[in-house]
DNA sequence: GTATGGATCTTCT
DNA sequence: GAAGATCCATACA
């Protein structure tokens, strides 16, 4: 049995919940995909949103576990977040890739790409494969328009890693995948 | 295969 | 006015 993930599920340790959340499935419409890929962010450090405080971008950031918080980067792509924590708290989980499973077809027409793991190997990526936009900023992930359900279905390994294009607290190893998955946006680091 | 720069716009200083 | 949680086309090796 799939179903949502419910917000007790977001709210924790945002670290814990980016590893948890590989191997679920992002349900929009009829087009999902199965993550393979995270980051977490969280107020205490710099490369987070929150960092500053609450503004009207961030606003969503501070709001109630288990909401979307989409927002525009480089003026050009909508990246997808999962908000976490308590209320009050600025964390959420970068959604950075996953593995297309139903409605590739559509994806392709949204990508126009030839391969299907150009689809969704970048979190600019998946959002254009599954219809998301800035409009969904500060939807619920558990009631829709856009889920995630688990539980987690996958067999892999979890690799943690530092986290990609960032300038600040680029130390922290705050990036979670599934070894071996050709679908991440980026290869692993050497051992 | 790797490297570089352009597109494009919101947000904060 | 500058920077940014990116992607893609193009240039070169």
């Known amino acids: ?22 191997g679920c499935i992002v349900v929009h419409g009829s087009a999902s995909g199965r993550i393979v890929e995270t980051e977490a962010y969280h107020q205490i450090e710099p490369a987070c949103h929150a960092y ?21 980067s480089y003026g050009i792509h909508a990246l997808l977040n999962a908000v976490c924590e308590d209320v009050g708290t600025g964390a959420a989980v970068l959604i950075r890739a996953l593995e297309p499973l139903t409605d590739i077809d559509v994806m392709f027409a949204r990508r126009r790409v030839a391969l299907e793991r150009e689809l969704c190997s970048g979190p600019g990526k998946l959002t254009q494969a599954l219809g998301v936009g800035l ?5 619920s992930l558990v009631d829709g328009p856009v889920r995630i359900v688990g539980p987690a279905t996958h067999a892999a390994e979890v690799v943690t890693s530092t986290r990609i294009g960032i300038t600040k607290a680029v130390e922290l190893p705050w990036r979670f995948s599934l070894a071996g998955n ?3 946006s980026r290869p692993w680091p050497r051992p």
């Open 1 to 22: 049995m799939s179903r949502p993930l419910e917000p007790p599920f977001y709210e924790r340790p945002v670290q814990e919940v980016a590893r948890d959340l590989l």
């Open 52 to 72: 500053v405080g609450v503004t009207e971008r961030t606003r969503t950031l501070f709001g109630a576990p288990g909401t979307a918080y989409v927002y525009r």
């Open 135 to 139: 409009q969904l900023n500060d939807t």
């Open 182 to 184: 050709p679908h991440v």
